[in-house]
């Protein structure tokens, strides 16, 4: 699936702007289609404008491409929708009618009907969430019927969860449980299948890159057991970005992707993926995890009872690790997040960091900025409460348990550490204590993993000292907007 977030540091390959417009999304849709070999297209309604006329300019203008490749038969266009209960509730009525009002659309152009029928919550914490919504649409959808004449097939409509917060992740498999219980008493009806989408951003935002990756794996375990007691078929989706905290899917990387992400069903390509690496490469690497990604379905690795007590455990106590950290240099990360770019046309974004410390909250940037933020300042955030992390691993006796759900930890690390300024650390040291947990935690790293963490190559070398320049420029107080974005195209990734 290609999503529209804003992490590229590059120019589109359609446009020669790093910058993509509202307007150009449905240009951009549809060459993602023809071109690059993308199956989905994320129609993001959460955090951003949207093109609300979007099924009639698709139809309009490449008519002849989607009769042949009709949209909710071979391709697939899914609505991300706003979170009521984490954001304004006006968008959502638009968004549900605009999912009637293409089916009504897509008769008059002579598709395929209906050419929307899933639609994506973010931030799922409770099952009451999806039933709600499911309960609003079918209102909305009789609605429709009533005052408009607009027939529709669609009396529910297919949700598709995004859990995005660790805790959550681990409790999900109850919550699609509840859901399910309720499609079967109100509308007699048993899902055949179900997909169900888990972040890989937020929750390292939130509780850091182990625990991101653990609970995700515990997710994919769940989900499948799940399916199993139900008879449903379970589709697991992973959205994730290019640099590894946010996920290391990219297009240098696929066989380490299709190898961590087994039990997945859909990866999400995001906007550094497609426009921050060779346009044959990323061309290969779509092709090849569409073959491969599907048949990884099935060699997921099982986690029993008392290994996901243990994660869940372990978890908690190396988030407090990370958080601690984070809390403490949040200014900064603020600081320096002010000087990225924003290439997509965001609305403004209510973060889920925001836990109390009996000081108040923490506000941080969207994930892209915090990661893009912490790479600029040479301190990689996947480096952040990991040593500590690490360490408590050893002392709990779960460091094999976490290296056979991580298989790739040491390559994300020290791909990650490529992009390390020890230099500006030790600085930021001098300035804040907050930050010498990191430098050790760095030190414990390095004897876990039994190898050193820094800068390999020379492009390592130039990124450093883009991140020497952001550093100095910060205490000067001058604009360092144009060296974040020179270190941002060296690694591939805004953030």
Wanted: proline share 5%; charged share 25%.
């Amino acid at each position: 699936m290609a999503t529209q977030h804003p992490d590229n540091a590059g120019p589109s390959i359609w446009t020669d702007k790093c910058f993509v417009s509202t307007n150009e999304e449905i240009e951009e849709c549809y060459r993602c289609f023809s071109e690059l070999g993308i199956d989905e297209y994320m129609w993001d309604w959460e955090g951003k404008f949207v093109d609300e006329a979007v099924i009639d300019r698709l139809y309009h203008d490449y008519h002849d491409y989607f009769k042949q490749n009709p949209i909710g038969k071979d391709k697939f266009l899914t609505f991300r929708i706003p979170n009521i209960w984490e954001e304004t509730s006006h968008r959502l009525p638009r968004a549900f009618m605009n999912l009637i009002s293409a089916e009504e659309a897509a008769g008059t152009y002579g598709m395929h009907t209906p050419p929307f029928f899933e639609v994506i919550l973010p931030m799922t914490t409770q099952a009451e969430q999806l039933v709600y919504l499911q309960k609003r649409f079918s209102r909305i959808a009789h609605a429709a019927e009533d005052i408009f004449e607009m027939k529709t097939q669609m009396k529910r409509i297919d949700l598709i969860p995004l859990f995005e917060e660790i805790e959550t992740m681990a409790e999900s498999d109850k919550i699609l449980e509840t859901y399910m219980q309720f499609l079967q008493k109100e509308h007699d009806y048993k899902p055949e299948y179900m997909r169900i989408f888990i972040a890989r951003s937020d929750p390292a935002m939130n509780a850091g890159l182990i625990p991101a990756m653990l609970a995700c794996k515990h997710a994919i375990s769940n989900y499948h057991t799940f399916g199993e007691k139900y008879d449903i078929k379970i589709f697991p989706w992973v959205g994730g970005g290019c640099l590894p905290f946010r996920g290391s899917i990219n297009p240098e990387n696929t066989e380490a992707v299709i190898e961590e992400y087994k039990g997945v069903h859909s990866l999400t390509v995001q906007s550094a993926f497609r426009f921050d690496y060779p346009l044959q490469d990323v061309k290969k690497a779509i092709a090849e995890f569409n073959f491969r990604i599907p048949q990884n379905l099935r060699k997921y690795r099982p986690i029993s009872e008392e290994e996901g007590t243990a994660i869940k455990k372990f978890n908690l106590e190396a988030k407090g690790y990370y958080q601690e950290t984070i809390e403490s240099i949040a200014n900064i990360i603020n600081k320096v997040a002010s000087f990225l770019p924003s290439h997509r046309e965001r609305l403004q974004h209510i973060g889920i960091f925001g836990y109390s410390r009996g000081v108040g909250h923490v506000k941080l940037p969207r994930a892209i900025k915090f990661t893009g933020a912490l790479y600029s300042l040479g301190v990689p955030p996947e480096l952040i409460g990991t040593g500590r992390a690490l360490k408590k691993a050893q002392e709990m006796k779960i460091l094999p348990l976490v290296k056979s759900l991580y298989p790739n930890l040491k390559r994300d690390i020290l791909r990650a550490g490529h992009y390390l300024n020890r230099e500006n650390l030790d600085l930021l040291c001098d300035q804040n204590d907050a930050w010498k947990p990191i430098r050790l935690g760095i030190k414990e790293i390095e004897a876990i993993i039994e190898e050193p963490i820094g800068p390999k190559e020379c492009h390592h070398m130039i990124h450093r000292n883009f991140t020497s320049n952001i550093f100095y420029k910060l205490s000067l107080g001058d604009d360092c907007s144009e060296d974040i974005l020179q270190a941002a195209r060296i690694r591939k990734s805004l953030g």
